[in-house]
């Protein structure tokens, strides 16, 4: 490469950028930088957690399910009430991991479903508050499209074992952006698919449990092999 077109020295960087795996580069649609669409983005707050079960509450990493923003996983922290209000989790907020020891974590996100007062977001997260022009539920599943989390890995940084990302990856993050309606009917089409995947995935597992209770039977002699 030339001099003038080395953006950084990450080796990581260079080869999947040799490779096409920064992102989308076509579409049908418009595709623009994130930060077009954001209203701002906010690392998370720091503290360490307590023994005793106390009124608030600090997200986990494993809250950020695809399936949503799991409440449930985090643990419990004492602090002011003015802090506590400005890390809360709200409605349809984006979390996306930022700084995490596993390099396949990166970027791994999740939407909030429901207001939490009492659960604020650790500074391993980053939240991420969109304007009406993009839907928070179609936004994350761009970011955990293959393209998408390619282009977090390539341009994650790592020190002392962490991978890190920050807010201005996030805003230069390149997403098409398609019309309000056709997010909404991608969202849909997803959403049903994952329905159809968890059935399948429901019916293995079942067929699974059949098959080793028949082997046990057949080994203890319950059953005879046909």
Same mark, same amino acid.
């Given at each position: 490469?030339?001099?003038?077109?080395?953006?950084?020295?990450?080796?990581?960087? @260079?080869?999947?950028? $040799?490779?096409?795996? %920064?992102?989308? *580069?076509? #579409? !049908? =649609?418009? +595709?623009? &930088?994130?930060?077009?669409?954001?209203?701002?983005?906010?690392?998370?707050?720091?503290?360490?957690?307590?023994?005793?079960?106390?009124?608030?509450?600090?997200?986990? @990493?494993?809250?950020? $399910?695809?399936?949503? %923003?799991?409440? *449930?996983? #985090? !643990? =419990?922290? +004492?602090? &002011?009430?003015?802090?506590?209000?400005?890390?809360?989790?709200?409605?349809?907020?984006?979390?996306?991991?930022?700084?995490?020891?596993?390099?396949?974590?990166?970027?791994?996100?999740?939407?909030?479903?429901?207001?939490?007062?009492? *659960?604020?977001?650790?500074?391993?997260?980053?939240?991420?508050?969109?304007?009406?022009?993009?839907?928070?539920?179609?936004?994350?599943?761009?970011?955990?499209?293959?393209?998408?989390?390619?282009?977090?890995?390539?341009?994650?940084?790592?020190?002392?074992?962490?991978?890190?990302?920050?807010?201005?990856?996030?805003?230069?993050?390149?997403?098409?952006?398609?019309?309000?309606?056709?997010?909404?009917?991608?969202?849909?089409?997803?959403?049903?698919?994952?329905?159809?995947?968890?059935?399948?995935?429901?019916?293995?597992?079942?067929?699974?449990?059949?098959?080793?209770?028949?082997?046990?039977?057949?080994?203890?002699?319950?059953?005879?092999?046909?």
């Amino acid at each position: 490469m030339w001099w003038k077109d080395l953006e950084r020295w990450s080796f990581n960087y @260079l080869s999947r950028a $040799n490779e096409g795996l %920064l992102g989308y *580069t076509k #579409s !049908k =649609f418009p +595709i623009e &930088p994130l930060g077009k669409h954001l209203v701002g983005t906010m690392n998370g707050y720091c503290i360490k957690p307590v023994a005793r079960p106390t009124e608030q509450k600090m997200l986990k @990493l494993n809250a950020l $399910n695809p399936a949503g %923003l799991d409440l *449930t996983a #985090s !643990k =419990f922290i +004492i602090i &002011p009430k003015k802090i506590a209000d400005h890390f809360a989790v709200h409605k349809d907020d984006l979390f996306i991991c930022r700084s995490v020891g596993s390099y396949d974590h990166i970027a791994k996100c999740a939407i909030a479903a429901v207001d939490a007062p009492d *659960t604020v977001f650790p500074d391993i997260m980053i939240r991420v508050r969109l304007k009406q022009s993009l839907l928070p539920a179609f936004v994350c599943e761009v970011v955990q499209s293959p393209l998408g989390r390619s282009y977090f890995q390539s341009n994650a940084r790592t020190a002392v074992g962490m991978w890190k990302i920050g807010a201005e990856d996030i805003a230069n993050f390149p997403i098409p952006v398609p019309p309000l309606a056709v997010q909404g009917e991608i969202v849909e089409r997803i959403a049903a698919q994952q329905g159809e995947i968890a059935k399948e995935r429901e019916t293995v597992e079942r067929l699974s449990r059949n098959i080793e209770a028949e082997i046990e039977a057949l080994i203890l002699g319950i059953k005879r092999v046909n």
